[in-house]
């Protein structure tokens, strides 16, 4: 049971409405996240943007899923999972990817090209990234692309410790 009510709609402005508003939709993914998050208009906005440099980046969709569901099952997060899952499944990991996180198994028995995404993540959140995993991930997507997921990763983990906090994951 989340721990914060609804956030006063009287205290946001016109532009903080808008905001949260598109954050707490139906349609985009952490509605429940972002409603706890703008009972302090400026931590909320402030993820919403950090939200929106990830849907930036040069990752596809997929990739960027995949690193959501695999931190979201390391972290045992149910909300983080269930919100991304539907739009995993649009964007198209593939069902062996997605049942290799949710059993815990991935990258083990999975391609390289697939596998290495859940990898690279494992090492950033458990904060272990070996040099192997590194050079696999940069190799295919350069210096700049290791960055983009080691940032996606760290997202999708502050994500899960705040769900953890607010009584949400």
Known sequence: MPRLSDPPMTKLSSDMQEIYS???SPESYLPATFNVLFTNPAVGSGIALLKEKIDELDLEPWVTYTVGLTVAHEREDKALWNSILALARDAGPGE???????????????LPKDGIWIQFTLDVIRGSMKDSTWQATTHLVGDEGAVALA???SYFEMITRLNKTFGLG
């Not at 062996?96 to 999975?110: M, Q």
């Open 151 to 153: 940032f996606t990763a």
């Open 96 to 110: 062996p990817v997605i049942a290799g996180i949710e059993a815990g198994t991935g990258p083990r028995g999975l």
């Open 22 to 24: 598109r954050f707490t």
